[in-house]
C-alpha cells in the first residue's frame, strides 16, 4: 500500500470522483453538469438547476411540472415536528434548529431502501421540499407565532419567502432570491460535501446526511461568511471610511470578510451574477445605502490585494440582497443550507452508486510502553 504524505485539512487530496460541478478558480469558471452558473442563473430555476444536480440531466418539460408539483405536496411539516420545534430555545441559532430538524425527519420517515429508485426520489423530495418550510417555521415561532401553512400556487422560493414573512413577496425579488439559490446549490468538494459524503458512505438514511452536512456548514469558516459581511459594512458605516478601513485591515492582517477564496483567484462568478442582480433590484425598489459602501469597498480591496488574487466572492453581495429583502442576518446560513442541500443530495445519490465506505488512516504521533498506574498511585 502507497503511504501518503499526511495533510493537514486533506488539502488538495481527491476524497471522490465526480460528475456533478466544476470549478477552475484561474478564469472564474463554475459549471454544473458542464453547464455554466452564468447560463442557470439567468435562464434556469433553483428547483430546475437542483434536478440538473441530482439527475444528472436537464428535465423535459413534463418531468420538470412532476418534480415540482411532487415538492409542492410535500412541503407540509408534520404537526409533530413543528411541536417539536416550538420546544427549542428562540435564542438558539437557527442553523442548531434545522441541524436538529432535518435529523428529526429521519424518525418519520426511516424505512431504508438505498437501492430502490422510488426511496431516493421520494427522499429527494421530501428534503428539498420540508428543509425550507422548517427554517420559516422556526422564524416565526422563535419570535412567538404561529408557522403559516405553504401555499400551494406560490413556487418554490416566493413559498419560502411568504412563509418567513407572512406576506406575498415582490415577484422580482423572489426571482432574485431563487437565483442566490441555484447560484449556492454546489460548488464541488467542500466540508459540509465531504461530510455528508462520509455520513452516506456508512449506508445511513437521508435525513442524517443532511443533518450532518448542515452541521458542519454552519461553522463560520464555511457558511458563516455573509453574516459577517453585514456587520463588517456595520461597522465601516460610510463610504467615506472604506478607504481607512482596508488600509488598516491591511495593516493589522486582518481578514476582508466576503473576499479571498481558496480556489478563485479572481472574481467569484457567482459574485459578478448576484452584483448585477443586486443592482437591478435597488434600481427598481430603491437604492441601499450598504451598497454604495459595498461598491467603494469592492474597488479598495481590487486597488490593494487583488495583486494577491483577492478579489469578491460569492458571500460579498448574498448577504446585501438577503438583509435587503428583510431576511434576518442569522438566516443567511440557514438560506444556504436551503440551496445547498440539493448539492449534498447529488453527491449523496453519486456516493451510492460507488459506494464505499470513508476510512482514511492515521499517523500516530503519541507513546508506547505505558503501564496503567492505580488512580490512587497518580
Ligand atoms: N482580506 C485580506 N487579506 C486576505 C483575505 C481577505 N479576505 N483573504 C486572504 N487574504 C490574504 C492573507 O492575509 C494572506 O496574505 P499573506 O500571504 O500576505 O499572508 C493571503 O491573502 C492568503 O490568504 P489565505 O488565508 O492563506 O488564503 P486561503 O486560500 O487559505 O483563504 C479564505 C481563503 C479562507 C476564503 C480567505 O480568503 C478568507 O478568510 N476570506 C474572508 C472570509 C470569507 O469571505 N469567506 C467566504 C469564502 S467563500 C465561501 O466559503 C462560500
Not at 458542464?34 to 434556469?44: C, H, M, N, P
Not at 437591478?280 to 494577491?308: M, P, R, T, W
Request: charged residues 25%; glycine residues 6%; proline residues 5%.
Amino acid at each position: 500500500m502507497n503511504v501518503c504524505e499526511y495533510k493537514p485539512g486533506l488539502e488538495g487530496i481527491p476524497a471522490a470522483r465526480s460528475r456533478i460541478s466544476y470549478v477552475d478558480g484561474q478564469q472564474g469558471l463554475l459549471e454544473y453538469r458542464g453547464i455554466r452558473i452564468e447560463e442557470l442563473a439567468a435562464q434556469s430555476s433553483f428547483l430546475e438547476t437542483a434536478y440538473l444536480l441530482i439527475w444528472g440531466q436537464l428535465p423535459s418539460k413534463a418531468e420538470l411540472e412532476n418534480f415540482e408539483t411532487e415538492v409542492r405536496y410535500h412541503r407540509r411539516i408534520k404537526y409533530r415536528i413543528r411541536d417539536m420545534m416550538k420546544c427549542f430555545p428562540e435564542s438558539g441559532h437557527p442553523m442548531d434548529a434545522l441541524q436538529a430538524s432535518a435529523a428529526a425527519l429521519g424518525l418519520f420517515y426511516s424505512r431504508r431502501a438505498l437501492d430502490n429508485p422510488e426511496y431516493i426520489r421520494e427522499a429527494v423530495v421530501r428534503i428539498l421540499a420540508k428543509i425550507p418550510t422548517m427554517v420559516a417555521a422556526f422564524q416565526l415561532m422563535r419570535q412567538g407565532n404561529d408557522p403559516v401553512q405553504p401555499r400551494d400556487d406560490l413556487d418554490y422560493s416566493s413559498n419560502f419567502l411568504y412563509m418567513l414573512t407572512e406576506r406575498e413577496p415582490d415577484p422580482f425579488a423572489a426571482q432574485v432570491f431563487d437565483v442566490c439559490l441555484t447560484l449556492h446549490a454546489e460548488h464541488t468538494m467542500n466540508a459540509s460535501t465531504f461530510s455528508a459524503m462520509v455520513t452516506a458512505s456508512t449506508l445511513t438514511d437521508p435525513y442524517a446526511v443532511m443533518a450532518s452536512a448542515v452541521g458542519t456548514l454552519a461553522g463560520p469558516l464555511h457558511g458563516g461568511a455573509n453574516e459577517e459581511v453585514i456587520g463588517m459594512l456595520d461597522e465601516i458605516g460610510s463610504v467615506d471610511n472604506v478607504r481607512p478601513f482596508v488600509e488598516d485591515a491591511i495593516a493589522n492582517k486582518r481578514k476582508i470578510m466576503g473576499f479571498g477564496h481558496r480556489v478563485y483567484k479572481v472574481k467569484d462568478p457567482r459574485a459578478t451574477i448576484l452584483q448585477e442582480l443586486a443592482e437591478q433590484l435597488f434600481q427598481k425598489n430603491g437604492s441601499d445605502h450598504y451598497y454604495s459602501i459595498a461598491v467603494e469597498l469592492e474597488k479598495v480591496v481590487e486597488e490593494k490585494l487583488g495583486y494577491k488574487g483577492i478579489y469578491a466572492n460569492v458571500d460579498f453581495y448574498s448577504g446585501l440582497v438577503y438583509r435587503y429583502l428583510g431576511i434576518p442576518t442569522d438566516l443567511f446560513t440557514p438560506i444556504f443550507a436551503i440551496a445547498r442541500v440539493a448539492g449534498w443530495l447529488a453527491h449523496w445519490k453519486e456516493q451510492l452508486t460507488v459506494n464505499r465506505i470513508f476510512r482514511p488512516t492515521q499517523e500516530y504521533v503519541g507513546e508506547h510502553g505505558h503501564s496503567y498506574v492505580p488512580i490512587e498511585k497518580r
